[in-house]
Structure formats: C-alpha cells, structure tokens
C-alpha cells in the first residue's frame, strides 16, 4: 500500500511540476536617455511551474532585478514595460488596473528583498508590519491577523515568535531580519515567491540556513521560488531551472544540471571558469576578457561577441535566435550546434 | 627602538583590539567589543596569507591594525623585525612606503573630487617622490600595469565601472613599491568575470614585485585559490591556521568543518544537507569564558564553555584551537 501511494505521490509531483504558474513572453523595459530609448530588459521570456525553483543568474546590470520587478510593474520611473505578456495562472498582469494588481501584488506574487534591513520599517514592530500585510488583503480581526503574524512566524523558524511580535528590525541579526521579510512574503499564502539576492548581504553558514528554510517552504506549502542572484553557488544548491541573463537578454535556459556539466551559451561557461575552485593550488583563473558593456552602448548583433572567444564576423548580424540544444535546454548563440 | 630577530616579513604577536561601547549617562564605557583578542600569525617575503571569517570576526580590524590604520589595544607587529607599533612621526611616515593596502569598496576608496591620475600619484606627492613629470610618467606606466589605459588620467574615478576602480586603487598602493600589501576584501564587490580578472592581477603583481599578501575574505573559494596559508577568524580569535590545502581538504576545527561545508559549491549533485550550524554568530562583546564557538559547535562538551583552547601543533605548520579537533 505504502510503495504504491509514495509512486503515486512522485508521479503526482510531476505532472504538478508541469503545471505553469507564471509565463513571462517577451518583456521588453527600456529607459529613456540622451541617445534614446535603451532597453535594459530586451524579449526575456521564461516559465515557472508550480512549486517549482527557478533562478535568473546574471551579473551587475544585466537586468535581471529589473525583470523580477517587471512581475510587480514596479520599474521604478521613467522606466517602462514596452512590451511582452505577464502571465500569472493564466491571467495577463499588464492588463490589470491599478486596483487588482494593487491585490495581486504581496497576495498571490511576493517578494523578498536583498537588503532586510532597508526593507523593514525602522520605527514599527515586525507584528505591525506583518499584520500590515495581511490588513492590506483581507478583512481580518486584529487577533485573526496577529495570529496569522505568529504563524508566519513559526513557520520561517523565528524562536519564540509571540514574544518577538513587539520586537523593531534593530532588535534582530543580517539572517533573523531575513527570515522576518519571508514571513511578512508568506503571510497572505502567495502561490508565487520572487527573492532578489535574498542571502547576498549574509554570511555563508547563515546563507545555507534561509536555503533550507526556502527549500522547505517549498517542499510544505508548494511554493514556487523565483531567485535572483549573482552566485552560481547558490543556483547549484537551489535550482531546478536556471536561466542566464547578459545584456538584458537571456542567453541560456537549461535544467541546473545541464548548465553546470553541459553549458552551451560560452558566456554560461566563462562565468563557470572564473570562479575559482575549493580546493586550491590551481594556477591562473580564465576570466572573460573586456568588461560588460553599457546598455545605451551595446554592440551590434550578439552582445556578447566582442568578450567571446568563438566570435566573428557574423556574430554582427542581428541578435542570436534561441537554438535547441538538449532537452529544455537552449542558447542564444549563431555557435552553438542544434541537437537532432 | 624595540626589534627582533626574525625571518618573516611581518609578524603580529599577540594583537588585541577592543572597542569601548560607551552607553548611558556621562557616556560610561560600558562593556568593550573584543574585535581582535589575542591574535598571532606572521608572513613571509612573497607569500600569501588568506584570512577568512564572517561579519564581526575581527578581520578587518586585523588588517587595519597591520598597516597602523587602527592602533591595536596591545601585542606587537614587527616588520622585518621592527617594533612598528613604536614608530612615531617622520620615522612611520618614512616606514609607511613599505605597507599598502586596498580597500574592498572600490566606491568609497577612492576620492570623487580627485581625477585618477592625482589618486595615483598622491602617495608619490606625500613621499616626495620625482618632480612633476617623473610622477606623470610613473603614474602612467602604473596605470598601464594595472590594465588601464594611461588617457584615463584625467577622467574621475563616477566614470569608471567597479572592476576598474578596483584596479585604479591597486594602481594607487603599488605606487611606492610596498614588500607587504593588505587587501581587505579586493573582490567582495565585483561581478565573478571582474573578480577572476583582478585576482589574476594581484597574483601577477605579486610575482613581478614579490610582494607579501594578507588576503581577507569571506569568499572561501578566492582564498583556497590565492593564498599559501590560510588563518580562519571566529569571534576576535584565529581558530585554524595552516596550509591552504590542507585546510580545504581536511580542516581540524569544527568551524572551519562547518564553514567549507556551508560554501556553495558548483554542482548540483552536490545534494542538500541540512545547515551545518544552527543559531548566528553570538555578540563579542565581553565575551563569556571557554571556547567562543562552543555554543553552535557540534562536538562540544560540557568543559569547553570553561576553558578556552589555545592554538595546538598539530604538526606540518598548522594549528587549531579545539579541546577536542
């Protein structure tokens, strides 16, 4: 009896797994300037399931808060989404008024942020800002929100959490304040979580407990994990899809496993390389030549050209089309072979 | 003047930093942080060694008392077997030619006012160092050691992207050819691209010019690749020191364990073990008596939290304070 239900149980998460939850298609946000309209989120398109851990890896300036945002229509002005479709449970987010995403927003798609300590409200309790939250969505009793507050609490593995109520953001250490954030996220029982570098401000033995915090609300409450990071450390240990991002645009999108033994993109493999490995003594790092360049300043064709090692001539001529590589795994590069 | 014999480049015995935390009416100094506590290492011509550590270990306040940006509250620091604590006025200014270091906020370490040719020369300025077009020329040609183009002299430094301000403030402490170079997080705050970039720099600058490192990071991965020995700070005090590679595979001290266990590594198969260490990094102030790890260790037993461990040979040059490692 048991084999057969846990079999069940397995093949059930699958199928669940399948099941989208949020598909972004060709989001295009662009900023005004002096020499024009310069896009810094250029047709990303990506797909989280439900349940699922995605990640958007990229470094400084790539744009990949700026997409996480997006999810919000939060760009800050005079930036603006120009194109593209956000989809959540099947509904458009860009066609919403300012009302409904007003309530979708902290309800069903959160958000937690890098720094917590610029993130929480100096002078209110954590009670105060959690059951904010939740004043903010429902019609609640105090008691009702307060509990809610509690359980949220608990739930992130904040000690003693009734107590810690009337407790203020000073009163709490870099991983406690984290935690604090992703309870305040949870509190309404989104389907959708978006954390922006959540553990870059954190040390490491602080960082691998929130993973397992967020690797565990995942695994009890379903909740799908959109992160935004810089560290491929952190996409090795949480993800099950990554996409990398250069230049506002996607560059690969693969399993984690395929972007750690199999990379495609030679930007996905540069990045690989130059981080160095753990066990010392090795000798010269194979860092990628030249320095990412600005976006009302990107080169013709692919962005990536001018810093890659396979480029040439017809790198120049429009930017790469996504080919195939693997199963689910696909580069934006005129390089790359096609697979079948 | 005090010195000693000695081999290394430079050596710091027993330095301890306390901060007063003042507090209450007539600001009473209330209790101290004990940022450093007791902390002995030394270094050698040419050689590097990595000193890592989370927030509040006491790391930076170490690379700061070494270079006399920080007065240590006691021990001693010889350079090249001289008292460089007792140094005073004309004779450390003289002395401060051979020390350098770089700071981890290339933002913040460099002056907006200044253009990056006046950054780079100003430690050739305070030393009286050539006239006017010697430094031009010096300045030029340490720019273009760093990877910078010798035009951007005139430019200021809003112009330039993290990885080369970094490099304009490596241009700016080679200047006056130090034997010994702190690097206080260099690459903290760069993008990984950036950050192979310029650790390969500090490797090949230190070839060229033999210079002695103290590397401090909290990113173990850039500290197993760069340096010789590698010092592991918790709470004020140096936990393991020893070579870097055998410190990376096979560390003695339960905190080293836990750190190179909770590091992520690049390989999803690597699996999801729970947190090695439950709880945060308890306050340095006053610190209670015993092991300062004892509390989150997994080993601990009842007598560590009374009697605090000393650094013990374990032999092959490394050493770990534990009772039971």
Redesign the interface.
């Known amino acids: 009896m048991l084999p057969s239900l846990l079999s069940g149980g397995a093949e059930s998460v699958i199928i669940s797994a399948m099941e989208e939850l949020l598909k972004v298609e060709d989001l295009v946000v662009s900023f005004p300037s002096e020499k024009g309209e310069v896009r810094v989120v250029d047709g990303v398109s990506l797909e989280v399931g439900k349940g699922e851990a995605a990640a958007v890896v990229g ?2 300036g790539c744009g990949k808060s700026m997409t996480a945002l997006s999810l919000f229509r939060l760009v800050p002005y005079p930036g603006r989404i120009v194109g593209g479709r956000i989809l959540l449970k099947g509904r458009d987010l860009m066609q919403l008024g300012e009302k409904e995403i007003c309530a979708t927003r902290g309800r069903d798609l959160t958000m937690v942020f890098q720094d917590p300590l610029s993130a929480l409200n100096p002078v209110m309790t954590i009670g105060a800002q959690i059951t904010e939250a939740v004043h903010a969505h429902e019609k609640v009793s105090k008691a009702e929100a307060t509990d809610r507050a509690v359980e949220a609490l608990e739930l992130v593995g904040l000690p003693s959490a009734k107590e810690r109520l009337k407790a203020y953001p000073h009163q709490f ?4 304040r984290q935690r604090v954030l992703i309870a305040m996220a949870l509190v309404c029982g989104p389907s959708l979580l978006v954390a922006d570098e959540p553990t870059t401000a954190i ?7 929130i ?2 915090l967020l ?1 565990r609300l995942r695994e009890e409450k379903g909740l799908a994990i959109l992160l935004i990071t ?5 996409v ?2 949480f993800a099950e899809r990554v996409y990398v991002m250069y230049c506002g645009r996607v560059v690969e999108e693969a399993p ?2 395929d ?3 199999n990379p495609a993109h030679p930007y996905t493999e ?13 000798t ?6 030249g ?2 360049p600005s976006p009302d300043a990107l080169p013709p064709g692919c962005s990536f050209a001018p810093r890659c090692p396979l480029q040439d001539s017809g790198c120049e001529v429009g930017a790469p089309p996504f080919t195939p590589v693997g199963e689910a795994h696909s580069a934006r590069c005129f390089k790359v072979e096609a697979s079948k | 003047m005090k010195s000693v014999e000695t081999t290394a480049l430079i050596e710091a015995r027993n330095l301890v930093k306390y901060f007063p935390v003042r507090r209450g009416f007539f600001n009473r100094v209330a209790a101290h942080v004990h940022a450093v506590d007791d902390v002995s290492f030394s270094i050698d011509r040419g050689e590097t060694l990595g000193l890592v550590g989370e927030t509040g270990s006491g790391k930076t306040t170490v690379g700061r008392c070494l270079v006399r940006l920080m007065e240590p509250t006691s021990g001693s620091i010889f350079f090249e077997g001289e008292d460089l604590l007792t140094l005073k006025g004309r004779k450390l200014r003289e002395k401060r030619r051979d020390f350098q270091i770089v700071f981890q906020d290339p933002f913040g370490s460099l002056n907006p006012r200044m253009t990056v040719g006046a950054i780079v020369a100003e430690p050739l300025v305070i030393h009286k160092l050539g006239n006017r077009r010697e430094r031009t020329e010096r300045v030029a040609a340490l720019l273009e050691r760093v990877g910078l183009d010798p035009s951007v002299m005139s430019r200021y430094p809003h112009e330039f992207s993290g990885g080369q301000r970094q490099r304009v403030g490596i241009a700016r402490a080679i200047a006056l050819k130090p034997r010994f170079v702190v690097c206080d997080e260099p690459v903290s705050a760069l993008d990984v691209s950036v950050q192979a970039q310029i650790v390969n720099l500090l490797q090949d600058l230190q070839e060229e010019l033999g210079m002695g490192y103290l590397f401090i990071a909290h990113g173990l991965n850039v500290v197993a690749h760069i340096s010789t020995r590698t010092a592991v700070m918790y709470l004020g005090r140096i936990v393991e020191i020893g070579p870097t590679r055998e410190i990376f595979t096979g560390a003695l001290h339960p905190y080293t364990k836990a750190l190179l266990e909770a590091a992520p590594k690049l390989d999803p198969s690597a699996g999801k073990g729970p947190p090695p260490l439950e709880g945060d990094l308890p306050s340095n102030m006053d610190p209670p008596p015993g092991c300062r790890f004892a509390a989150r260790c997994p080993i601990a037993r009842p007598d560590c939290s009374e009697k605090e461990p000393q650094l013990r040979d374990f032999g092959g040059d490394r050493f770990a304070a534990c009772h039971y490692a």
């Open positions: 470094e400084s250490s870099g991983g406690m040390d490491v033995t602080i960082q691998a407990q993973l397992d690797d810089h560290d491929l450390g952190v090795a240990r984690v496993k972007i750690f033994q540069g990045l690989l390389a130059s981080v160095p490995g753990m066990t010392g003594g090795a010269r790092l194979k860092a990628i030549p320095t990412v």
